[in-house]
């Protein structure tokens, strides 16, 4: 898969994963589980991106004498996964040009 549709998507999954409640890393890990696998360091590579554009904040809060990163979704944020659902219409398109061949020989 291209790289950069990769990381496309894998950004919107980590920004619906906080959408509704603000998360810590290992809960995203285990809240995006059923859908696809993604490793710590992939995580948090892809959430200081996201931090860095804006699109979520991070805060720390001591939970059982460690400090813990929650992360926060913002207004960005949101638009971003808003600007995300748009895009996969197109996609489904493209998608569905391209295996047009494969409805037709079945």
């Not at 360091?41 to 720390?60: D, F, N, P, Q």
């Not at 971003?80 to 398109?93: C, G, L, N, T, V």
Request: proline share 1%; charged share 35%.
């Amino acid at each position: 898969m291209d790289i950069q549709l990769k990381r496309g998507l894998l950004d919107a999954c980590v920004l619906a994963a906080i959408k509704d409640e603000d998360s810590y890393g290992y809960q995203i890990i285990k809240d995006m589980k059923p859908y696809l696998e993604l490793s710590e360091s992939t995580l948090y590579t892809i959430l200081k991106r996201l931090e860095t554009a804006g699109m979520l904040t991070v805060k720390s809060v001591e939970h059982e004498g460690r400090l813990r990163k929650y992360y926060h979704i913002t207004r960005q944020g949101l638009g971003r996964i808003e600007e995300f659902k748009e895009d996969w219409k197109e996609i489904e398109s493209i998608y569905r040009f391209i295996t047009r061949e494969d409805a037709r020989n079945e």
